[in-house]
């Protein structure tokens, strides 16, 4: 058996080679751009732009992939904002890409698409079930709605064999500080080691998001990928929705400085909504998937993770 995760160089790439190594016999195959540098202990390395079909060929013909985790994807919020058209050219069209080279390749392997909870944006009932309706807030977002379509329309037209995630906020060792809790983490940090000034920058501290353990969500999808049923969509998620704020207070709390909490501007976004919180009672009944680590012990792991490397 054989898995291969397209666009593997981000940040969930490495935690989901880990997990079908750990959870599964595959032998894991992984794409990165050509100028990434990227190397996943136990997977084999490809190159790979999805905005290529004939790239996308090429590896589906080598790989003869069971298993596909279509990671591939501009995932920022705030980036989607200031460059849309990279954002649909990447989301959207390398989506129409895979699915074109799947349907006229033949390809049987499941394909696991990875979507957000971002996806349904202002919602009047939480939690969020996968029938609540979509009311998209972003750029990211819509485009990421047209990516489930995509998958939706190809699996019943054209049988591909796709289940679809709308996974929500994930965060976890590694990731970014252009997301929230490692932006504060490591501004946390910074100022623990005498490198910043006493003073950590946010933006919307009332929104309140369903965050999970980068670790728990690569799990779901290895589940998913396995059990869940073709053609349908699974949240993925912790099923809590936390204040910003609530986690803000944690995290300066594992410091031992006197830490000011300032408004900066560039940081709030040009719509937010309030409230994102999954019901992950689907993924339960279909495959027994349910998270496990507590959020106080992942951003004890984050703020870890920022102390080695600054």
């Known amino acids: 058996m054989r898995a291969l995760i397209i666009g593997a160089a981000g940040f969930v790439g490495p935690y989901l080679a880990d997990a079908i190594s750990k959870y599964t016999d595959c032998e894991v195959y992984a794409t990165k751009l050509e100028h ?26 080598e790989v003869k992939p069971d298993y596909i985790y279509h990671l591939a994807a501009q995932s920022s919020v705030a980036l989607s904002w200031k460059n849309p058209n990279l954002t649909a050219d990447i989301n959207i069209r390398g989506a129409l890409n895979l699915f074109e080279v799947l349907r006229y ?110 670790r728990d969500v690569v799990r779901a999808y290895v589940m998913l990928a396995e059990k869940g049923k073709p053609g ?47 019901d992950i009672s689907k993924i339960f009944r279909d495959t027994g998937w349910e998270p496990e680590i507590d959020i106080t012990d992942t951003i004890d792991d984050v703020m870890n993770y920022w102390r080695r490397v600054l």
């Open 36 to 61: 990434e540098k990227c190397s996943i202990s136990g997977a084999r390395m490809l190159n790979l732009n999805i905005l290529s079909r004939q790239e996308i060929e090429d590896v589906l013909q």
């Open 105 to 214: 390749t033949g390809c049987s392997g499941r394909v696991l698409v990875i979507g957000s909870g971002e996806e349904y944006g202002r919602v009047k009932d939480i939690p969020i079930t996968e029938e609540t309706s979509l009311n998209p807030g972003n750029i990211y977002a819509i485009t990421k709605i047209c990516q489930n379509m995509i998958a939706g329309t190809y699996a019943r037209r054209y049988g591909v064999n796709a289940v679809m995630v709308r996974a929500f906020n994930h965060i976890g060792p590694g990731q970014l500080p252009q997301f929230v809790i490692a932006d504060f983490c490591s501004q946390a940090v910074r100022i623990e080691k005498g490198l910043h000034e006493p003073v950590i920058r946010v933006g919307n501290l009332s929104a309140r998001r369903d965050f999970t353990d980068v």
């Open 232 to 278: 349908e969509t699974y949240n993925v998620g912790s099923g809590h929705a936390v204040e910003i704020r609530q986690l803000l207070d944690i995290i300066i709390s594992k410091t031992d400085k006197d830490i000011r909490v300032e408004v900066d501007e560039g940081k709030l976004r040009p719509v937010d909504v309030p409230v994102i919180e999954a």
